[in-house]
């Protein structure tokens, strides 16, 4: 295991498909401020290359403006530091256009995290490890996110260029395909 | 869901008896370009699928949560040695490479 998961190396799940030789390793992902001590989890990700030994923890970037876009002051969350936020990586992969590894995560919101109910509200960003920041993508895909650790069920693959993962369409849809292709940022069902 | 052949496949199942499905998609976004390439089975005491290899072999875990490989062209089961934990098991296909992640440097 990299330096950053040799203390704690529970719940660890390999994100997609291994891509040049590269794992990304991601553990946790659950964000509660305040009221359940237990859901205060931290999201690691990390990339990993078994072969030479090199890693790279991507950082967790800023997310704070992302949620204020999606609440904006007086909308139904009043204190936003306590809403109950899942973030979920959805692929990781190669832009061979740009040369860059990138990775693809969603946001969704509880209002009440016991409850298996989120809102409506959600967002996607995209990482590029060239830029080694996130930034925030205008798309409304079908998502994978009732639960949290769905990856290591092999339910997302990398392939030429894009990522595919089966999302929902809404909460009682169909599961369908989602490729999204990370060059153009354009996905298809 | 795996890569097989640059193409995106999906392994379903079926249970009692269980029988495993290997499908490639054909054409990214359209669904009826699924194709049913392997009808696997009847196989006992299966738990789920976890992956199809490269040499088309299916690996699976048992219900007593140890992992059993499927030869499709030998038909020869075996376990290999990997026990699953929480009925939970998660397999890559693994291409080495000793290129530097990158982005490191600027």
Redesign the interface.
């Known amino acids: 295991m990299p330096p950053p998961f040799e203390e704690d190396s529970a719940g660890i799940f390999i994100v997609g498909s291994v891509v040049n030789g590269i794992l990304c390793l991601c553990q946790g992902g659950v964000r509660v401020d305040t009221a359940y001590i237990q859901y205060k989890l931290e999201q690691k990700v990390v990339l990993w290359n078994p072969s030479t030994d090199e890693f790279k923890p991507i950082p967790n970037g800023s997310f704070e403006h992302t949620i204020l876009k999606a609440f904006p002051p007086g909308s139904v969350f009043e204190d936003l530091p306590t809403i109950p936020t899942l973030i979920n990586i959805h692929g990781f992969g190669y832009d061979s256009v740009t040369d860059d590894y990138k990775l693809i995560r969603y946001f969704c919101f509880f209002e009440d995290i016991e409850k298996d109910d989120p809102s409506d509200e959600s967002l996607w960003q995209i990482y590029s490890l060239k830029s080694n920041s996130w930034r925030d993508l205008e798309v409304e895909m079908p998502n994978h996110t009732w639960t949290d650790q769905w990856q290591n069920t092999g339910k997302s693959v990398y392939c030429q260029g894009m990522c595919h993962w089966w999302g929902y369409e809404d909460y009682y849809g169909d599961e369908v395909l989602v490729s999204f292709n990370l060059s153009d940022e354009v996905f298809i069902t | 869901?795996?890569?097989l052949k640059?193409?995106?496949a999906m392994?379903e199942y079926e249970d009692d008896p269980f029988y495993f499905f290997i499908s490639i998609?054909g054409e990214?976004?359209v669904?009826e370009s699924w194709t049913r390439l392997f009808k696997i089975g009847p196989l006992y005491g299966v738990e789920e699928p976890?992956?199809v290899g490269k040499n088309a072999d299916i690996v699976y875990m048992k219900k007593d949560e140890e992992v059993a490989r499927f030869d499709l062209n030998t038909e020869v089961i075996e376990d290999i040695g990997v026990r699953g934990r929480h009925k939970?098991?998660?397999m890559?296909?693994?291409?080495?490479?000793?290129?530097?992640?990158?982005?490191?440097h600027g």
Request: proline share 3%; with cysteine; net charge negative.
């Open positions: 869901m795996v890569v640059e193409s995106i392994i998609l990214i976004g669904a976890i992956v939970c098991c998660q890559v296909i693994y291409n080495e490479s000793l290129l530097p992640i990158g982005g490191m």
